[in-house]
């Protein structure tokens, strides 16, 4: 299996970025059982890994706040074109964005809350998780929704699921249990398939810095 590679990732967004809106409509009921999960209060500050063009801003922006902070990291320059005409349109003055492989983003203070929304690439990079981490307030809320293998015996759906996936990500890597790299980082992690197993939704909280 290959490695994440953010520049792969940009060549395959920019083909994307101008449908993704419309194509990630599907999800949108698990996008906001996500965010719910983060129980966000007003004031706090949270970080949307890979925060594409900004579909999860305006529901975390009404949650922190006029007082809270949203910093969205994204790589894709064509994706982070659309999350900067989203925040103008929309009026988020809470909302941050950092263009930058997530190994390497230039994170600032650190966050109450993280949201992973559909980001497998960065959940199988141990450098972009170790940068992230080193950001969380210990017990830091944690969402995290996202792709999937069913199990086995649905070889069908596996393979539909390989398919579906290959346009949006650079690795298959770590499909059977995507979260399993998260888990150090974690108190304790409950997950919940979705879509047949397809997909899932996982919550936990940030041990924080040893």
Not at 30 to 44: D, N, S
Not at 123 to 135: E, G, K, W
Not at 162 to 189: H, M, N, S
């Amino acid at each position: 299996m290959t490695d994440p590679d953010p520049r792969r990732a940009i060549e395959k967004y920019r083909q994307r970025a101008a449908g993704y809106d419309a194509s990630a409509r599907r999800t949108m009921a698990i996008r906001r059982q996500a965010v719910a999960w983060l129980a966000l209060a007003p004031g706090e500050s949270v970080l949307d890994v890979a925060c594409g063009t900004g579909l999860s801003f305006g529901l975390l922006a009404g949650a922190v706040g006029t007082g809270g902070q949203v910093v969205g990291v994204e790589v894709s320059p064509e994706m982070m074109a659309q999350a900067r005409a989203r925040v103008v349109q929309e009026g988020l003055a809470q909302v941050r964005l950092v263009e930058a492989a997530l190994e390497d983003a230039p994170l600032e203070g650190s966050f109450d809350a993280i949201l992973f929304h559909y980001t497998h690439d960065v959940l199988q990079s141990p450098r972009a998780l170790a940068n992230i981490f080193a950001h969380a307030k210990p017990g830091a809320r944690v969402a995290v929704a996202g792709i999937k293998h069913p199990p086995a015996w649905l070889f069908p759906a596996r393979l539909y699921r390989l398919l579906k996936a290959r346009p949006y990500v650079t690795t298959f890597r770590g499909l059977d249990r995507p979260w399993a790299l998260l888990e150090p980082y974690l108190q304790g992690i409950e997950v919940l398939p979705r879509m047949f197993g397809t997909n899932y939704l996982a919550r936990g909280r940030a041990k924080g810095l040893p």
